[in-house]
């Protein structure tokens, strides 16, 4: 929306008039769209007790494409949904097997909390190739009681981890959480590292984190990609339960009165998106620290393990009250992002072949947010 057409809603009354019905209401989240994020009950069967905290997991765009078949007892075959993908800013599918990953990792604590070991066997009918990804299983668990495990100290962060996209203040992380968080992956091929406000490339850093955002919100197809799976007001919210959700009676009124149509790609000068950079921008600026965690190959095991480290290193900073943002711009392989994505893996001495930066992520302290819309587990349930 060009500033012309601003000016001509609030001139012409139009905004003031659309709103009436909204003058009063809550942008808070619609309860059922969050209802996954109470505690099961014990009582409830074990394998869906553990995966309704496996279902917690974060997940690129909030997609949330986990399938999971029961056939077997005491066991789970994981999938990817073919349907819940992202071909335009993850085109070979690398964001997708990590999200399988932090969906395997939190299993796994869950499972260890009720006094079971989950045995994860990979790929167990092959990896998918480097270019793609397909409906062979992601991994096999069997769930095998273990009256020696102790519960992991991570288990009482899984209901407090929230992707924290607000602004963060500007002190820095406490040594003490530094040290737990890289602690934290050490049972995974990934090395992990921070980036904090006194050093000298922060500024690099922020540079390459505003470029990438600008990349991705002014390529047509990428920004179609996250319009699509947009969910504007408690309707779509509510119906969707994934996905990125929007629910400010503004952004709600400028789609109900056609102002904001999703069908297609904003231009990069309209109102939309300079103001999407300007904001991005601000709370890059106030950003205080920087997490990033790389690994020597990039195979398809390696990017499920990167999962798992990512989501342990998440909850071990959400154990410290800090909060994660993923920067995933400037990680994403399609080509416009090609200048960014060099430069971010110059940046962090990973350079060689088959190095790769699997998360960059924004880390500090921040207000407390709601979490994610979650679809439920018979929504993960399948007899595929």
Known sequence: MHRREWLRLFGGGLIAAATLPLVGCSSALPAEA??????????????????????????????????????????????????????????????????????????????????????????????????????????????????????????????????????????????????????????????????????????????????????????????????????????????HRDGLSLNDPFVRVLTATGLFDRSKASAPDSSEITGQIEKFQAKIAATPAFFWLLSERNDRQTQLQAGRAYVRAQLAATAFGLSMHPLQQALQEYPEQRDNYTAIHHLLDASQPGQTVQMWARLGYAPAVEPAPRRGLAAHLSQV
């Open 34 to 239: 969050i209802a996954a994020w109470q505690p099961p009950s014990a009582s409830l069967d074990l394998r869906h007790w553990i995966l309704s905290h496996a279902l917690l997991a974060p997940h690129s765009h909030n997609l949330q494409s986990w399938l999971v078949n029961l056939d077997i007892p005491d066991s789970i075959l994981l999938r990817m949904d073919q349907r819940r993908l992202l071909p335009e800013t993850d085109p070979f599918g690398r964001q997708m097997v990590m999200s399988q990953g932090t969906f395997i990792e939190i299993l796994a604590i869950a499972a260890q909390q009720r006094g079971y070991r989950a045995e994860v066997t990979p790929f167990p009918e092959g990896e998918f190739s480097a270019n793609q990804v397909d409906e062979r299983p992601t991994a096999r668990i069997r769930l095998i009681a273990d009256p020696a495990l102790r519960p992991d100290p991570l288990f009482a962060q899984i209901f407090q981890r929230h992707t924290n996209r607000s602004p963060y203040e500007a002190r820095d992380p406490d040594a003490k959480a530094l040290q737990a968080i890289a602690a934290s992956t050490t049972a995974y091929p990934v090395r992990c590292g921070f980036i904090l406000s006194t050093e000298a490339n922060m500024a690099r850093h922020r540079q390459i984190a505003n470029e990438a955002w600008r990349v991705e919100l002014s390529t047509p197809r990428t920004l179609l990609e996250s319009y699509k799976v947009l969910r504007v007001g408690p309707a779509e919210i509510a119906k």
